[in-house]
Every structure is written in structure tokens, then in C-alpha cells.
């Protein structure tokens, strides 16, 4: 049985850039993509990126710009930096996997709450 | 503004069924059969109840069906519970360029 555990800053102040980290323990094997979720207050889902253990990625263009991920197979970590966060990055941030050729989510994180504010 | 349009709430007695909709357009619902479904419990970690538009996860309850129609999916729950008031959420394929798109969510009490 597979287990996400994000891990984030809980706050931060404008400008500065978001750093979450998903851990994967259980089932981490190179058939999933890991992907970051994250929910707006009030607001719907909103996929982030999702990355591989072999480094394929693929990222939501809204927010490319902003966007850094990595691997750490090693550890079995998953990250994302998202930089000049504003009030509305202000959100949680899920970790979910999913496997290679499919598109739904079958194993979430409970989710990190990141509240950005000055 | 989601990109998927879901109702915003809900309501349905212990016993009954209801449906939930997800609009979406011919980019997303409409094209692809790879809708999914999700329940959230506010605190814990969504869990996947529909996937491929009609396909259960082994060991979910039969509860929970999904079908589509054009760019409409639709999600039922019949012999309402209480422990099924939460949120769901629908999710669609969009293609390689837009890649994923969620609804807003419903959110469904039991009365």
C-alpha cells in the first residue's frame, strides 16, 4: 500500500518561492507519475506538473514559468519550487500518483495547506 | 472558473440516489473516455471512486456509478449513506497540451 506525505513551509510572504517536497513510501516503482494537485480556497483542483522517477515531466502551463521539479530517487522524493508566490498560490497542495498511460489518480497525500501572506 | 462545471451543493435523504453532472466540451468530456471521479473528505486524502468514465476501483463500492453522454459525465450514488456527504470532484484527459482539467467540486449533504 502506497503512502504520500507532502511536507511544505505552511506560510510565506509574497515574492518569495514555494518549496514542497511529496515523500513516497510503499509501492514507488518506475510504472507511476507523480503529480502536484492543488486546491484554491473555495476553488476547484488544479493540476500543477507531474514528474517521473526517470525524470519525465510534464508541467501546467499556466504556471510554467514559475515551476522547478525534481527527483530525489534516493530518498523517494518528489519537489516542487514555485517562485514569486502571490495570495493566490495561497492553497493545498496535494501529492497523487498515477500510472504511466493512465489519467486518473489513484493514491493521494492528505495535502499541505500553503498560506501566502505578508 | 473551473474548466469543468459541476454544481456547487447537493442534497439527497438516506435511501435515495442522486447525479452529480460535469460539463465539459469537446476538448475534454467530450473527446476522450477518461473521466475519473473523486471523494473528498475535507481533512483527508481524496480517494479515486471512478475511473474511464464507468470503471470501479476493485473493492469500492457498487454503489458508485459513472457514465457519459456528448461532453457531460455523470456520477450516481444510490442508497445514499451519511458517510457519503463530502466532495467530489471529476477530472478529464484534455489532450497533450492542456493535459488535465478538474470541475469545481460538489459538495454533497445527506439530510
Known amino acids: 500500500q502506497v503512502q504520500l506525505q507532502e511536507s511544505g513551509p505552511g506560510l510565506l510572504k509574497p515574492s518569495e518561492t514555494l518549496s514542497l517536497t511529496c515523500t513516497v513510501s510503499?509501492?514507488?516503482?518506475?510504472?507511476?507519475?507523480w503529480t502536484w494537485i492543488r486546491q484554491s480556497p473555495g476553488k476547484g483542483l488544479e493540476w500543477i506538473a507531474y514528474m517521473s522517477w526517470s525524470g519525465n515531466n510534464n508541467y501546467n502551463a499556466s504556471l510554467r514559468s514559475r515551476l522547478t521539479i525534481s527527483v530525489d530517487t534516493s530518498k523517494n522524493q518528489c519537489s516542487l519550487k514555485l517562485s514569486s508566490v502571490t495570495a493566490a498560490d495561497t492553497a493545498i497542495y496535494y501529492c497523487?500518483?498515477?500510472?504511466?498511460?493512465?489519467?486518473?489518480?489513484?493514491?493521494w497525500g492528505q495535502g499541505t495547506l500553503v498560506t501566502v501572506s505578508s | 472558473q473551473s474548466a469543468l462545471t459541476q454544481p456547487a451543493s447537493m442534497s439527497g435523504s438516506p435511501g435515495q440516489s442522486i447525479t452529480i453532472s460535469c460539463t465539459g466540451t469537446?476538448?475534454?468530456?467530450?473527446?476522450?473516455?477518461?473521466v475519473s471521479w473523486y471523494q473528498h473528505h475535507p481533512g483527508k486524502a481524496p480517494k479515486l471512486i471512478i475511473y474511464?468514465?464507468?470503471k470501479r476501483p476493485s473493492g469500492y463500492s457498487n454503489r458508485f456509478s459513472g457514465s457519459k453522454s456528448g461532453n457531460t459525465a455523470s456520477l450516481t450514488i444510490s442508497g445514499l449513506q451519511a458517510e457519503d456527504e463530502a466532495d467530489y470532484y471529476c477530472c478529464s484527459y484534455a489532450g497533450s497540451t492542456t493535459v488535465l482539467v478538474f470541475g469545481g467540486g460538489t459538495k454533497l449533504t445527506v439530510l
Open positions: 497523487a500518483r498515477r500510472g504511466v498511460g493512465l489519467w486518473y489518480f489513484d493514491s
Open positions: 510503499g509501492d514507488s516503482s518506475s510504472s507511476y507519475y
Open positions: 469537446t476538448s475534454d468530456v467530450g473527446n476522450y473516455d477518461l
Open positions: 474511464d468514465v464507468n
